[in-house]
């Protein structure tokens, strides 16, 4: 069984910067999309940036853009998440989800059927 496990979150100042690492274990590997998803208390699962597994497209809200990168290393079935210039607001609890359901959006949390534990970041003002 695929199995999903994220790891760099941690206390950061604003305008710092935290790489976030998600690791995929099991078998079999199959994923049309891996997406990076965050949440704070008291609200859904947002969405931060997708990643498409095949052809490398990326997609991000507008939150983020400019600011955040998602890459991944389909040798090492890794998907990594750079984060710069962070703000208070980016403080949540990020995880990692692949496989999307077929025909639903990859940039909603409710399409994805596994996920990753979770990583906490925290941006200080």
């Known amino acids: 069984q695929m199995q999903l496990l994220e790891s760099g979150g941690g206390l950061v100042q604003t305008g710092g910067s935290l790489t976030l690492s998600c690791a995929a274990s099991?078998?079999?590997?199959?994923?049309?999309?891996v997406g990076w998803f965050r949440q704070t208390p008291g609200k859904g699962r947002e969405y931060v940036a997708v990643?498409?597994?095949?052809?490398?497209?990326?997609y991000y809200p507008d939150s983020v853009k400019g600011r955040f990168t998602i890459s991944r290393d389909a040798a090492k079935k890794m998907v990594y998440l750079q984060m710069n210039s962070l703000k208070p607001e980016d403080t949540a609890v990020y995880y990692c989800a692949a496989r999307p359901r077929e025909h639903l959006s990859v940039i909603s949390a409710p399409s994805y059927d596994i996920w990753g534990q979770g990583t906490q970041v925290s941006v200080s003002s």
């Open positions: 099991g078998h079999p590997f199959r994923t049309y999309s």
């Open positions: 990643i498409l597994w095949d052809t490398a497209r990326t």
